[in-house]
């Protein structure tokens, strides 16, 4: 306990350490007048998504370090990213072409190119940029999820129906998640396997209709929402077959639209109990969380988040769109969820954080909470110092 006592000794000459959770807004495209976010690269750097531009058409972005990249369309007036790749250097989205018919693109090193001669999207990317997911629309008239890879485009069938979309993929590729309709016609969640090409329908919670969103990283863990009838639900999240329902903010609806590598944050759109469109953060620890509590301090203006659409790798960084009173008008937001001393980031600074830093004192680990590389007595005193924070 030496160290404790050298660094509470120190801890009290240098004051206090002010530093906590952070809201970045992304504004738009030169003259534009709304932003959405949709996707986030696997550090948090790179946040895809659309804005309108002076013509008020809505253009695919690409923003990093502050600066929105325009990523144009095929000829058309409208163009919309969804995913990113684990870099941030590959985009995937749709365009579309002077006809108005919107084609899935795959984005890189400046050039965007239509991966499907029929009308399609593409709404998801693996962590490489290789294999990319969506849906394509067939000769005959009916919706395919496909799966893309080395210019090859599968289509994956559907659970009985006629119509299959997907919105998301492992890392590797394996997995692909979206819904599809069954004998009944109904929608229902699926998670596809490329070793198998198995389209395995994830149940709905007695509900009857259901839609997956998102994958973990090794395909494990599926989130998205599970649908009444009349479309209320709530959000869920499917662990290698068993389906937890995850709640709301207090209303009557919830949809799941992303999830972290490990599966264990997840995030999405909730009603409160008033009606209103909030965004969550769900953990195990800690259960479902209005983003607009956690950042009350920075929206004393009267500005709101509404809607969160994806999670960076590690959990930390969140996207989606809200409401900025300074600009008057909807802009994307990035969101860093760090709490800082938050060794283990389960949103509390406690015993585990100080134990963290203890036994990996000397080294990088996960006791690095300030990310300098080391672990040090800079690391304890934040810990000490924040110590309670976020519990």
Request: hydrophobic share 45%; net charge negative.
């Amino acid at each position: 306990m030496l160290r404790i006592a050298v660094a509470l000794s120190v801890w009290l000459s240098v004051g206090v350490i002010t530093e906590a959770q952070q809201l970045i807004w992304l504004g738009t495209l030169p003259s534009g007048r709304q932003s959405r976010a949709f996707g986030i690269s696997a550090n948090g750097r790179v946040v895809v998504g659309w804005s309108y531009d002076a013509n008020f058409q809505a253009r695919a972005f690409r923003w990093e370090n502050g600066v929105m990249l325009n990523l144009g369309t095929f000829g058309g007036d409208r163009s919309v990213a969804h995913a990113a790749s684990a870099d941030g250097q590959v985009v995937v989205g749709e365009a579309r072409n002077f006809a108005g018919v919107e084609y899935a693109f795959r984005w890189q090193n400046g050039q965007m190119r239509a991966i499907s001669n029929f009308r399609s999207a593409a709404m998801g990317v693996s962590a490489d940029g290789n294999v990319v997911v969506g849906w394509v629309q067939l000769p005959n008239g009916q919706w395919r999820a496909f799966r893309w890879q080395n210019g090859q485009m599968t289509t994956l069938g559907t659970l009985g129906g006629i119509r299959s979309e997907a919105n998301g993929v492992s890392a590797d590729g394996r997995y692909v998640v979206g819904m599809a309709t069954n004998a009944a016609e109904v929608w229902r969640a699926f998670r596809w396997d490329a070793q198998t090409g198995f389209m395995q329908d994830l149940g709905d919670l007695g509900r009857g209709l259901s839609v997956a969103y998102a994958v973990s990283a090794d395909g494990r863990v599926v989130v998205g929402s599970a649908l009444y009838p009349n479309l209320n639900g709530t959000a869920f999240r499917w662990v290698e077959g068993t389906m937890q329902d995850l709640g709301t903010l207090g209303g009557n609806w919830s949809e799941a639209y992303g999830v972290s590598a490990d599966g264990q944050v997840v995030v999405g759109i909730s009603a409160d109990r008033n009606g209103w469109w909030r965004p969550f953060r769900w953990t195990p620890q800690r259960g479902m969380e209005d983003l607009n509590t956690l950042y009350a301090s920075q929206l004393t203006d009267g500005s709101w988040l509404e809607a969160a659409y994806d999670v960076s790798a590690d959990g930390r960084w969140i996207v989606g769109y809200g409401y900025r009173v300074a600009t008057g008008r909807y802009e994307a937001f990035l969101a860093d969820t760090r709490i800082t001393g938050d060794a283990n980031n389960d949103g509390c600074v406690d015993d585990v954080d100080l134990l963290l830093v203890l036994f990996h004192f000397g080294g990088a680990g996960q006791g690095d909470v300030n990310e300098d590389g080391t672990v040090d007595d800079t690391d304890l005193l934040t810990v000490l110092f924040r110590f309670g924070t976020g519990c």
